[in-house]
């Protein structure tokens, strides 16, 4: 059997994370099993379905790299994509059911499908066996007074016209599964595997709304985290693959997946450990990929990147120290700007003590006697060329260094600042320090 799964959003605001993560799980069980993995847009819903939203969706899923094998602006056998574009199908199959005498008409207009009020049974891959006993609900609508068709409906016929044999989707959709297997059998045709997910929680135990912190796809981009940190992440929430890290890139992801190890229970959203991957991910990027990765906040902090290779090595000296892509421009600023400003807690450290000036004027005659273009170890030899002369240790004169190069006590070591800052700058910001102790 060829396996064909689908993720069916609707186009009526963003991309929420619980939408994909159902997307993730399909994916996953489609790459594993070399299947298909189409996406259909529910936009059947005029009144609140945008492009905007329809573009949110497809930016989404591709920053998380899901790519989709059949579905909008990729095509495929089975289209259209867009069920606003399929009327003319579930037209089709309404009259077959109809023929069958499993529908009626009510004066409104509005079309019902007889239910067949016997127990259906939900084989499920996560839940287990749900029973549904023989239902009393009224008759479903199928299609309304306005020629509109509701959910159920269009779900069941797409996913017999796409020949869809799995479905993963949220736990909030099993008590409505029977009304779809009851369409199936009215049908004639076999329902697909399903496999309701655990859903996603907040940290209050609510389950997560769309105005949740966290919620939106597109604001992880926003907050600086790499899809692919949210792409594993997003896997663990439900889901406990058998390996003895958490951190997992895609490719293994996709092999260790196994719908046995996908939790029944819901899943809870931790925001700190998504920061603590994200970091982990972060360091293991070259300088170039992180200055790539950083120079949009970078760009919107103001900084103005004059050497490529400079940058990149000014971005990585302080990947120890950052969780998030919009922490960089806090950290590394002062590389890139001239007036960067001075903390208070700094400047106090440098006007404690009488003798810091002394210090600084023995610093910045040892780094004018390097030669223009200075290595690190060689910026370690001037801070020690310095201490000696004031009879200090080279911890005394840190502190004071930090605060004339950078502004703020915090950062990467201050022979790897001087050393990236370059000669003609640090000698400038020693000058500067030096005035301000007047």
């Known amino acids: 059997m ?35 993995f189409i996406l259909r847009i529910e936009d059947t819903d005029e009144a609140r379905n945008t ?46 059911l109809t023929a069958a005498g499993r529908t009626y008409t009510e004066e409104s207009g509005a079309v019902r499908f007889k239910f067949s009020r016997t127990p259906i049974t939900v084989p499920d891959l996560v839940c287990g066996d749900v029973e ?20 159920h409906f269009v779900n069941v016929v797409d996913d017999i016209e796409m020949g869809i044999t799995h479905v993963f989707r949220g736990e909030d959709h099993l008590s409505n599964t029977w009304k779809h297997i009851d369409l199936f059998q009215a049908f004639g045709k076999n329902p697909p595997t399903y496999a309701h997910i655990p859903l996603i929680l907040n940290p209050g135990g609510s389950k997560m709304s769309k105005r949740d912190e966290g919620a939106a796809v597109a ?57 603590w991957l994200n970091a982990h991910y972060l360091r293991e990027l070259s300088p170039e990929a992180m200055l790539a990765a950083a120079r949009p906040f970078l760009d919107r902090a103001g900084l103005v990147i004059e050497d490529e290779a400079n940058a990149a090595a000014a971005i990585y000296s302080v990947r120890e120290k950052v969780h998030l892509l919009t922490e ?40 004018a006697a390097l030669p223009d273009t200075f290595t690190e170890d060689q910026a370690h030899e001037a801070l020690n060329t310095a201490a000696a002369a004031q009879s200090v240790k080279p911890g005394a004169l840190m502190p004071l260094l930090r605060a004339a190069f950078s502004g703020q006590n915090r950062g990467p070591g201050v022979t790897t600042i001087a050393h990236l800052l370059g000669k003609q700058k640090v000698l400038t910001r020693l000058t500067a320090a030096q005035a301000l102790l007047q």
């Open 2 to 36: 060829s396996i064909r799964v689908r993720f069916a959003p609707s186009p009526t605001g963003y991309l929420h994370v619980g939408g994909a993560r159902t997307a993730l799980f399909n994916w996953l069980f489609a790459r594993k099993l070399h299947g298909a």
């Open 219 to 275: 604001s992880y981009a926003d907050e600086g985290y790499l899809p692919e940190a949210v792409f594993n992440y997003l896997c663990l929430l439900g889901w406990t693959p058998r390996a003895e890290t958490e951190k997992l890139d895609r490719q293994t992801l996709i092999q260790l997946f196994d719908t046995r190890e996908i939790h029944s229970g819901n899943a809870r959203f931790d925001a700190a450990k998504l920061k």
């Open 132 to 151: 549904f006993a023989a239902t009393e609900e009224p008759d479903m609508t199928l299609r309304r007074p306005d020629g509109s068709y509701i959910f």
């Open 51 to 96: 492009e905007a939203a329809r573009n949110a969706i497809f930016e989404g899923l591709r920053w998380l790299g899901i790519d989709w094998d059949e579905g909008p602006e990729v095509g495929g056998d089975c289209g259209p994509y867009f069920q606003s574009q399929r009327q003319a199908i579930y037209d089709r199959y309404l009259d077959s």
């Open 328 to 367: 960089f421009p806090e950290w590394v600023h002062y590389f890139f700007r001239a007036d960067f400003p001075m903390e208070a807690d700094c400047l106090a450290k440098l006007q404690s003590k009488p003798e810091n000036a002394a210090l600084l004027a023995a610093a910045a005659t040892a780094f």
